[in-house]
């Protein structure tokens, strides 16, 4: 893809940067979006990582189809297999009626599953579904026929998952057949930059404010910084400073109350309350406490499957 082609979907897509490894991860997309082969997307969290099969789908015959972009891991694992392959009336309780799934629904179309380290028998049915476009129902014994595109996404270490038995082997490399590689923010250099400004630029529109800038300091912290959320941290911290900060010009003294000032870190800065009470300290306490607690949801979910899973093994082990 020449670079011409490359900004016009940049354009369309509101997609921000001009480091390599984005632009890598650009062209593979509009490469294998006329095919009907499995694509992988391997990011860090906050990545960005749900562009790329949205870009897949646009440019692909099934355009006019529809699309799902699903979170595995928000989605119980109880309910899970209903959910993605559907269920027959009375099937378990709440089946009031019998439902299709996203499998059904999106028929012709493309299903983008993200964090897609689903439980073991949802693992089983996917591959099914992946070698034959077949799959069954929860309490039926029909066996119903779709014909979908499926791009998947993981931010863990897939090698180490089949290791411990948490990922099954075949199912991965039928869903790898074409990875695609997200770049983190850390790994990205002066996109870091190019992202605040878009940020700034935001929150100066929607909310009236001036908008806010960096010094030379503040930009040479910003760089060095590992950015462990990558471009979804940088946005909220954005957003904190534009509404927090009192000065337009951040400081490279003002940004280490957003960032902490070991620049190998990977963790947030933590704000000192001064000797005096005063509540706009404790508005940005909150506002930090409310960044760390979204940022760590999907870890703590899976950590909790996880124990989950050794806590059910144990019991039937006993």
Known sequence: ?????????????????????????IDVAMQ???????????????VGKEIIPRIIHDNSPRRREKYFAINCGSIPEGTIDSELFGHEKGSFTGAIGESEGYFGVANKGTIFLDEVELPMATQARLLRVLET?????VGGQKIMKTDVRIVAATNVN?????????????????????????????DRGEDI??????????????????KITLSDEAKYIMLKYKWPGNVRQLKNITE?????SQEREISGEAIHKFIPE?????QLATISSPGS??????REILYKILYELRGNVSDLRRDMNSLRKQLDARHVSL
Do not use: W
């Open 1 to 25: 893809m020449n670079t011409s082609e490359l900004q016009k979907v940049k354009q369309r897509y509101n997609i921000v940067g001009n480091c390599d490894g984005l632009n890598r991860a």
């Open 32 to 46: 294998v979006a006329p095919t009907d082969l499995s694509v992988l997307i391997i990011g860090e969290s906050g």
């Open 133 to 137: 476009g077949e799959y069954i129902r």
């Open 158 to 186: 897939m090698r180490k998952a089949i290791s411990e038995g948490r990922f099954r082997e075949d199912l991965y490399y039928r869903l790898n057949t074409i990875p695609i590689q997200i770049p983190p923010l850390r």
């Open 193 to 210: 930059l190019l992202l605040f400004r878009l940020f700034a630029m935001q929150m100066a529109e929607k909310y009236h404010l001036p």
């Open 240 to 244: 904190q400073m534009s509404v927090l």
């Open 262 to 266: 070991d620049a190998e870190s990977t």
């Open 277 to 282: 009470h005063s509540y706009e300290s404790e």
